[in-house]
């Protein structure tokens, strides 16, 4: 299984760190607009103009809630033939939360020229820039989300 994990400290308790994954408004303010519910079996849309004119949408359905501490859905862009998985793990530490996501794709989850990709990565003839391709794949602009607009979210709702 191919993945992302990335960890982050927020100064802020997990019942507000676990607002911004949930509140389908304040989710849409940092991640993309949204048609989420907190509740198993949920299936919902992220929206995105990823490019001027070109509109996506991608295709989740909510598997786990535990709240304040696991949200799990699956995750199905235009690139993938099946959904990848997205877990929210959140972990009360002195001074605030520590938040971590793990986005895993299956290697099968890809098609045509990804399918192509993930082979390569495999056996290890995948170049640099290729590689830095498929990282930024995989990453889809967490590191963004997660240390600059979401934090400035939380920021922004404290003081309400």
Known sequence: MLGLNKEIFYPHSPERVWLLLTNSRILAKWLMENDFE??????????????PGI???????V??????LRLVYT????M?????????TLKAVEGGTQLR????????????????????????????SDSFILAAYLNGGW??????????????????
């Open 38 to 51: 907190p509740r198993v079996g949920c299936k919902f849309c992220f929206y995105s103009q990823s490019l």
């Open 55 to 61: 509109d996506t949408s991608i295709k989740c359905e």
């Open 63 to 68: 598997i786990e809630v535990d709240e304040p």
């Open 75 to 78: 995750w199905q862009d235009c």
């Open 80 to 88: 993938m033939s099946q959904p990848s998985m997205v877990t929210w």
């Open 101 to 128: 996501l793990q986005h895993r794709i299956r290697e099968t989850a890809f098609t045509g020229a990804r399918e192509s990709v993930y082979s390569q990565v495999q056996s290890g003839s995948l170049k640099a």
């Open 143 to 160: 590191e963004e989300k997660l240390c600059q607009q979401l934090l400035s979210v939380l920021v922004e709702i404290s003081s309400v």
